[in-house]
């Protein structure tokens, strides 16, 4: 039993790097749209607190802005972009990618989202 506990505290341990991991900075982006067309572009999340921020988006010669928040692997964005507004939430992965699905108020379906850190 107390070999279990350790592994366990063990895990947990080696999953604090990534959990850890800052999530402002620039990203590439990679979407579709609701229709299944690709969009790319920039994203730039800038920090508020430990766990909000603020991002700003350029893809496909529009620009978006919104506020965002993190909780663990976590993270979702509300936007405006012109006189829509939208919600996107991610997936935080180990690579410090996020992986999301997004939507935009009083539409039928959802795009996603791919955002990489750039290096």
Known sequence: MRKL?????LLGLAAL???AQSIGGT???AGTNF????YGGEATITLTSGTTCTI???????S?????MRNDNAFSAGYEM???IGLVVYKVED???LHGLWTIAGKEGNGTEVLTPKK
């Open 5 to 9: 506990l350790l592994a366990f505290a």
């Open 17 to 19: 790097p990534a959990a």
């Open 27 to 29: 990203y590439t982006v």
């Open 35 to 38: 229709d299944g067309s690709s």
């Open 56 to 62: 700003h988006w350029e893809t496909g010669g529009s």
């Open 64 to 68: 978006s802005d919104g506020i965002c």
């Open 82 to 84: 012109g006189k829509d």
């Open 95 to 97: 690579d410090g990618s």
